[in-house]
Nanobody, 126 residues
Framework: QVRLVESGGGLVQAGGSLRLSCSAP????????MGWFRQAPGQERDFVAG????????HYAASAAGRFTISRDNAKNTVYLQMNSLKPEDTAVYYC???????????????????WGQGTQVTVSS
């Protein structure tokens, strides 16, 4: 079992920024892609952004495009989500995810990940 470790959530005012981090154990993870989902209270868990590990191709949900940036550090097996211009509707628990099988960038938005992190709360106040 691969344990994804998230950090970086918190409380921020609307218009502010946060950066989430997610690391996977180097020795046990040989994945193809990593990404982020979020779940607001009473809502389904939705795809936010994903990145194909080997080539760096990214894909974003419409709600994140232009404001969020996903990136990875190969040496640290870590993926980041830089979130700018945050809005109250971005408030949710953000989950790191990893796919251990081949996928395309766009398919990450509907392919169920193999592994999940424990989630980190992001709260944006108005």
């Amino acid at each position: 079992q691969v344990r994804l470790v998230e950090s970086g959530g918190g409380l921020v005012q609307a218009g502010g920024s946060l950066r989430l981090s997610c690391s996977a154990p180097i020795r046990t993870f040989s994945g193809f892609a990593m990404g982020w989902f979020r779940q607001a209270p009473g809502q389904e868990r939705d795809f936010v952004a994903g990145i194909i590990w080997s080539i760096g191709t990214t894909h974003y949900a419409a709600s994140a495009a232009g404001r969020f940036t996903i990136s990875r550090d190969n040496a640290k097996n870590t993926v980041y989500l830089q979130m700018n211009s945050l809005k109250p509707e971005d408030t949710a628990v953000y989950y790191c995810a990893a796919w251990s099988f081949g996928t395309t960038a766009q398919a990450m938005s509907f392919m169920t990940p193999t592994y999940w992190g424990q989630g980190t709360q992001v709260t944006v106040s108005s």
